[in-house]
């Protein structure tokens, strides 16, 4: 069970190129989730999908796009890279509240350090 | 928005000494409080969680105490390891959402000293 995994550990991009970070969990979770993390704003969540073929927008979706055509899979994409978009990203997922409506708590992958030049 | 802030930015402990880390949370409505480990150079990492019909839950030397009278929270920590040098989150949900209504604070670094 390798949880939640992120590729590429490391990426620097030139403005206006694009890229596509990717995020793959085994754990059979239907909630999965892109933040990004910058020094002194915290945890900021981008996109979130709720099961395969639903996603939907999140605090900082802009400059971001995502799809969700398995449950495993998450990737996200910069359509073109902007020196703003210099940040730790995060991959994260969890299973959908059940019948108790108790949430679980999300798993994080240990993340892309992108830095665009 | 609501906000989840944590009173101290850095704390340091000598090993072996019980570590307090607080955090003030501003919607009074909130439902679900969770503290997630970060060490450096990888993602965060659930430690605890707790519902707001209790007011503490024990893990393995770890403690989270609930006050919603004055909205805190906090987390203990038994007898601090090297191990347990991180940067501490908390998070709250709102009643009636899921992890998409996440709201972190914004860290607590904890420096264990040997």
């Known amino acids: 069970n390798a949880g939640v995994t992120q590729t590429p550990k490391f990426q620097v991009l030139k403005t206006g190129q694009s890229m596509t970070l990717q995020c793959a969990q085994d754990?059979?979770?239907?909630?999965m989730s892109w933040y990004r993390q910058d020094p002194g704003m915290g945890l900021r969540l981008i996109h979130y999908?709720?099961?395969?073929?639903?996603?939907d927008q999140g605090e900082v979706p802009n400059g971001y796009n995502v799809s969700r055509s398995t449950t495993e899979d998450f990737p996200l994409r910069l359509l073109s890279a902007a020196p703003s978009q210099t940040s730790v990203y995060f991959c994260?997922?969890?299973?959908?509240?059940?019948?108790?409506?108790?949430?679980?708590?999300?798993?994080f992958g240990n993340g892309t350090r992108l830095t665009v030049t | 928005g609501e906000s989840v802030g944590l009173h101290l930015p850095t704390l340091s402990v000598q090993e072996g000494d019980n570590s307090i880390i607080n955090c003030a949370y501003s919607?009074?409505?909130?439902?679900?409080f969770i503290w997630y480990k970060q060490e450096s150079g990888k993602g965060p990492q659930f430690i605890i969680d707790?519902?707001?019909?209790?007011d503490k839950r024990q893990g393995q030397r770890v403690t989270v105490l609930l006050n919603k009278t004055v909205k805190h929270l906090s987390l203990q920590i038994a007898a601090t390891q090297p191990g347990d040098s991180a940067v501490y989150f908390c998070?709250?949900?709102?009643?009636?959402?899921?992890?998409?209504?996440?709201?972190f604070g914004k860290g607590n670094q904890v420096v264990v000293i040997p």
């Open positions: 754990m059979n979770h239907e909630y």
């Open positions: 994260a997922s969890s299973y959908l509240p059940g019948a108790s409506s108790y949430n679980s708590p999300l798993h």
């Open positions: 919607n009074s409505a909130s439902d679900y």
């Open positions: 998070a709250e949900i709102p009643p009636g959402y899921g992890n998409n209504r996440l709201a």
């Open positions: 707790i519902r707001s019909n209790m």
């Open positions: 999908s709720v099961g395969a073929g639903i996603t």
